[in-house]
């Protein structure tokens, strides 16, 4: 087995904007080192970690891959268990081709959410893809889309070379859990991924969990990456947290939207509401979970006539409302109700109240892929 350079060399990493040196190795992160000095809360680092949408990507003829790797992973100090790490999974010629436990390294071990953390060290760890077929190849090695993972070494038992470009559209795409996709079965099976490989477009997901707030450092990194198309998918994040009244939120999203367009003034954009959420439709935030695990809205809905709280119902309105001013002089501005990718009826399907199910995101992909890839949609 031969050692492939991580940096430097014949891999592309795809979907990480950052670098971080490691003891072990290097760490990828989702948005770009000088975003760093404004996190305003520590979980915006920690949510930049997790690779969702992170791949290893190059050509080669090896019939065996090992990649080695130090994940980190959380456990609270009453499960026996620390949090599944999730899947590395390796794609062959844009075909799944194999799919492999994530292995624990690092513990963070805690007595409860929000509380100090203890660091338990672990060690790099070896996944193996064997009985790969002959011949020269297109590889794609994703990363689990809600573990940090430390990329230590990649090995291989033939020659490895830089892919080759394939004219795919650059996706990039902003949003919440809800698009970064934590409960996916797989980084394959978050719905960005379903949605790019169904319409052959290379997506970079720099969704953010619990962290979609209209940042502007998320804006002036959309501004200045490569884009032949992008999406946004604002919302559940605003009203869950109660960060915006009506009054703020609207110029929010204008000057989110104006920040982009000064980098990208005529790549389609589509702006897209959050999908059906029962507890936060007409109430709004602060949320909470209750004692049956499913989410629940804290605020007042009376407060939203009263005072301009958001629920969602009030941000959908508000999201189309702006398109539509600013479609006269931004005709690629569009528009889609998020309630289009999993809606009223498949509730169900919310596995907190809030969260999609594996088979739920994969949907969403698909019907992602079907309306905005469409001859008449807004990524044609």
């Known amino acids: 087995m031969r050692v492939v350079p991580l940096v430097g060399g014949p891999v592309e990493l795809r979907g990480a904007l950052d670098l971080e040196s490691r003891p072990a190795g290097v760490m990828p992160r989702r948005l ?134 394939d004219g795919r559209r650059r996706w990039v795409h902003h949003g919440s859990s809800i698009s970064h996709c934590i409960e996916a079965d797989g980084p394959t099976g978050t719905w960005p991924v379903v949605a790019a490989a169904l319409a052959g477009a290379e997506v970079i997901n720099l969704s ?51 920040t982009i367009r000064d980098g990208h003034p005529g790549t389609p954009l589509l702006l897209i509401s959050p999908v059906s959420c029962p507890a936060l439709e007409e109430t709004p935030g602060p949320t909470a979970m209750g004692p049956d695990g499913k989410i629940t809205a804290l605020g007042d809905p009376a407060q939203v006539a009263a005072s301009g709280a958001l629920s969602l119902a009030v941000v959908r309105a508000e999201l189309e409302r702006i398109v539509t001013a600013r479609q006269p002089r931004d005709p690629h501005l569009h528009y889609m109700d998020g309630r289009e990718l999993l809606g009223p009826e498949e509730t169900d399907d919310l596995s907190d109240g809030l969260h999609p199910t594996a088979a739920a995101y994969r949907r969403m992909g698909k019907r992602f892929a079907t309306q905005a890839f469409a001859n008449d949609g807004p990524f044609r």
């Open 32 to 165: 770009p080192a000088w975003t760093k000095e404004q996190y305003q809360d520590p979980s915006v680092y920690g949510v930049t970690l997790m690779p969702s949408g992170v791949r290893l990507v190059f050509r080669t003829d090896a019939r065996e891959l090992e990649l080695e790797v130090l994940t980190s992973t959380g456990q609270l100090d009453t499960d026996p268990e620390p949090r599944p790490t999730g899947m590395l999974e390796l794609v062959v010629n844009g075909t799944l081709a194999g799919r492999r436990r994530a292995p624990v390294g690092n513990v963070v071990r805690m007595a409860g959410p929000g509380a100090v953390q203890r660091m338990i060290p672990g060690d790099p760890s070896t996944v193996r893809f064997g009985g790969l077929q002959a011949g020269m190849k297109n590889v794609e090695l994703w990363l689990p889309q809600q573990t940090p993972t430390e990329l230590v070494a990649l090995r291989a038992d033939g020659e490895v070379l830089p892919p080759l470009p």
């Open 208 to 258: 953010q969990a619990g962290n979609a707030l209209l940042d502007p450092y998320v804006a002036r990194t959309i501004r200045d990456m490569p884009a032949d198309l992008i999406s946004l998918k604002v919302g559940i994040n605003i009203v869950s947290l109660a960060a915006f009244r009506l009054r703020t939120f609207g110029p929010a999203v204008h000057g989110f939207l104006d």
